[in-house]
């Protein structure tokens, strides 16, 4: 996937999920890290599994409709505690609040430069 359209994902992706009222919103760059299985993660929250839902049904709506683009694979669905959107070269993580301070999932990838998205709530 080309520079361009992996950020236009993310922006999408982004968009989204602050469609959705998701909360702490961040992307790693993964890019030049050995083991990385992917190059962006997209991670935010949600307070319910409702919301974590939502949010998943929200990406994957708006990334066909706006970039005609499908997910490779989706996880976590039938709990929604966390669900992961795998569209490859960039992989979404949206987790209920408590398993997001559970996991720290960015403190995995320290090392990686952090982008967070500021939106209204």
């Known amino acids: ?21 998701g909360k702490n919103i961040v992307s790693l760059d993964l890019q030049g890290f050995d ?27 708006k990334v066909r409709e706006t970039l005609g683009e499908k997910p490779w694979r989706i996880e976590g669905q039938q709990t929604a505690l966390w669900i992961a959107v795998d569209y ?7 987790f209920t609040t408590e398993l997001r301070d559970f996991y720290r999932l960015e403190e995995l990838w320290a090392d990686a430069p952090m982008k967070r998205y500021e939106y209204e709530e």
């Open 88 to 94: 490859v070269d960039v992989v979404v993580h949206i």
């Open 1 to 21: 996937m080309t520079e361009i359209k992996e950020s236009r994902l993310i922006d999408t992706i982004v968009e989204a999920i602050a469609d959705k009222k």
């Open 35 to 61: 083991g990385a299985i992917c190059s962006h993660f997209v991670v935010c929250n949600a307070d319910s599994t409702t919301q974590v839902a939502a949010i998943a049904d929200g990406i994957e709506e």
